[in-house]
């Protein structure tokens, strides 16, 4: 998040030591001998209750650790997700937070990330946004918070607690598989000069940990003060002792600064402007104590009967910090692992990849996606359609969306994508094309993968494809975006489930229609030297049939946009296969496998899909004296441009 600079003044208010100096002491001497003759008494009565190896490493200083320490790691961190902030009112998504599991319903964070009930009303907690083994994406999921069931913030203490919903928004798989970080009151369970874990969503990103790299420097009353060489806490994050205790919640911390008292950057540049919390150079980390939160809230919400569910889970197991309901570890939320079955690589836990698709992407921040601009500015800058709020409640969320991006388009090199989570297919698709510069040498691999920043669930994979005669049909055509030095890169997006739709072979493999139209465009933008825009997707029915549990989109629209005559014109074709499906998925087709393609008024795809492109002053079929609305093609020449 961003950083506060009331936050922040409020830390250095209580920053009363030099943290490096205060360090330098701490690696002179054991933990245990930093503590007051009675906290030592409590620390190693805490330690013992931990286990022999525990108490070794306190008075001994071994920092050997058993093997299952890692094990133990990923069982907490399945508790951890990644909060999307969004506004009240309009449910726009403002920032990204960390937050825990305390129990089975509660989730917990910083009061300076929902400061009220209201603030917390529509957004949501994502569990799993993280990486396998392997590289690959697990499936993550996401759950609704639920203020109106439970909600508590202490300004002062830094934290909220808010009820989670019990199933997931999508898969409605139960919250319970994520399990839960137990809260012990009991003080004792950290020393200074010990180091501490922090699990966490740096800005936003996937879950990462900081392990063992946080020395505790100070227990204060209310807070503990530690300080990192690496990656700094993010605020809602939960901080760990050895044994994956929370002994602490993340909230703040002391930034370095220049001599003008701008912060400094992790690459030890200044900034004037507030920046987000994981790029400052902080020289001390601040957390609330796990002892002040729960007195806090038993003090406030005692017996509230899911705030009991807190103690209760204190009381019963205090040696178990994690908390995992063992009838659900075989649940598709528990960790998953990678195996080689057959002739087919499975990346976790109920996705499988063929041998000849490709390896998923990781990294999209490069991807700058459509861009408005392309043809032109001022007059000829030709913004995205814009989506119903119907539409936007249907709408797929990139989940690795950065600040100021809309978190509904999915950037690729050269075009973007708004995904229909629930037909699983693209509401439309956005591509610039340069027909200047487009590279035809680079041929085409059919390496299918799915796009991570979107759920599994949220878009089509190869089993819609398998023994039938469905093909994988691009949306974005292969070559439109196949220009620029991103070229080879840009001919490997266009091959992401979310840029493709289920076309009869007939359909997509037909020279007069859906290939036929984009080739005529294609070639002609290219002789012609033209930059051409196209908006493609599906036609939506509630109507359609469905196969396999996706429902096949009958008719499919483009709308394609150039300068012509220093003017834009815009024009709008709609293609069916509906004759091609109806009788899908029998084996017998008719002999006559028409497929009809049309020009039409742009209107005419607005009335159709609800999307509103603002374009019809440049569509010639507005213009034209013809009282015929609808164009057969059945030549390219009777194509009006």
């Known amino acids: 998040m961003l950083v506060s600079k009331n936050l922040i003044a409020s830390s250095e208010r209580r920053l009363t030591f030099d943290p490096e100096e205060l360090s330098e002491q701490l690696d002179h001497r054991k ?9 030592v008494k409590i620390r190693l009565a805490v330690a013992e209750s931990q286990g022999l190896n525990t108490l070794e490493r306190i008075i001994a200083c071994n920092d050997l650790m058993p093997v299952n320490y890692l094990e133990k790691g990923m069982d907490a961190a399945r508790a951890v997700g990644r909060i999307h902030k969004r506004d009240s009112q309009s449910g726009n998504l403002l920032d990204y937070a960390t937050g825990f599991l305390i129990s089975p319903r509660l989730l917990l964070t910083n009061h300076h990330v929902f400061a009220s009930s209201d603030e917390a009303q529509l957004s949501e907690v994502e569990f799993n946004y993280q990486q396998n083994k392997d590289g690959t994406w697990m499936g993550s999921e996401f759950f609704a918070l639920q203020p109106d069931t439970f909600f508590f913030a202490d300004e002062e203490l830094d934290f909220a607690v808010v009820a989670v919903a019990q199933t997931a928004r999508q898969s409605g798989k139960p919250l319970a598989g994520c399990g839960w970080l137990t809260l012990d009151p009991q003080i004792g369970k950290v020393s200074p000069g010990e180091y501490l874990t922090i699990i966490q969503h ?5 879950k990462q940990i900081a392990l063992r790299e946080n020395q505790l420097l100070k227990i204060d009353t209310h807070t503990l003060w530690y300080r990192t060489d690496t990656a700094p806490g993010s605020s809602g994050s939960p901080v760990f002792n050895d044994v994956w205790q929370v002994v602490a919640l993340h909230h703040s911390g002391v930034p370095e600064k220049d001599a003008n008292g701008n912060y400094i950057t992790l690459d030890g540049k200044p900034s004037e402007r507030p920046i987000n919390e ?20 038993q003090a406030a919400y005692g017996n509230h009967s899911l705030v009991r569910g807190i103690f209760e889970t204190n009381s019963s197991n205090l040696s178990s910090p994690v ?11 528990s960790l998953d692992v990678t195996a080689l079955t057959g002739n087919q690589l499975t990346y976790g836990r109920g996705t499988q990849i063929e041998r000849n698709e490709a390896r998923p992407v990781t990294n999209y921040s490069d991807r700058k996606g459509y861009d408005p601009n392309f043809l032109g500015s001022n007059g000829k800058r030709v913004p995205l359609p814009e989506l119903t709020d119907k539409m ?8 690795m969306a950065g600040r100021g991006m809309d978190e509904y388009l999915l950037p690729y090199h050269h075009f973007s994508i708004v995904m229909n989570k629930v037909r699983k297919m693209a509401f439309y698709t956005a591509v610039n094309l340069d027909g200047t510069k487009i590279d035809r040498s680079i041929g085409r691999d059919d390496n299918w993968i799915a796009d991570p920043r979107i759920g599994e669930n949220e878009q089509t994979n190869n089993s819609l494809y398998k023994n039938n005669d469905l093909d994988r049909g691009h949306l974005v055509r292969r070559l ?5 030095s991103v070229a080879e890169a840009a001919n490997s997006d266009t091959f992401h489930y979310t840029n493709c739709s289920p076309q009869h072979k007939d359909f997509n493999q037909n020279e007069v229609t859906w290939l036929g139209l984009e080739n005529y465009i294609l070639d002609n933008a290219r002789a012609e030297k033209f930059r051409v825009s196209v908006f493609t997707g599906s036609v939506f029915r509630n109507d359609d049939r469905e196969h396999r549990r996706v429902k096949l989109p009958r008719q499919f629209w483009k709308v394609l946009v150039m300068v012509k005559e220093g003017n834009l014109s815009a024009t709008g074709y709609l293609l069916s296969q509906e004759e091609l499906i109806q009788n899908f998925p029998k084996e017998a087709f008719s002999d006559d496998r028409r497929v009809r393609t049309y020009q039409v008024p742009i209107q005419e795809i607005e009335d159709l899909t609800g999307l509103s492109f603002g374009l019809s002053e440049f569509d010639p079929m507005e213009s034209s004296e013809s ?3 609808i164009i057969p093609i059945s030549s390219y020449e009777a194509i009006r441009l």
């Open 31 to 39: 933990p245990i001998n930093n503590e007051s003759t009675e906290r």
């Open 202 to 206: 740096p800005s936003g990103g996937d």
């Open 278 to 297: 994981s790029k400052i150079k902080w020289i001390a980390n601040e957390g609330i104590r796990v002892s002040r939160i729960v007195a806090s809230l």
């Open 323 to 333: 908390h995992i309901n063992s009838q659900l570890q075989e649940s598709p939320m």
């Open 392 to 399: 936007k409640r249907d709408c797929a969320i990139n989940r």
């Open 480 to 484: 439109d975006p196949v220009w620029g």
């Open 627 to 629: 009282t015929s609305r």
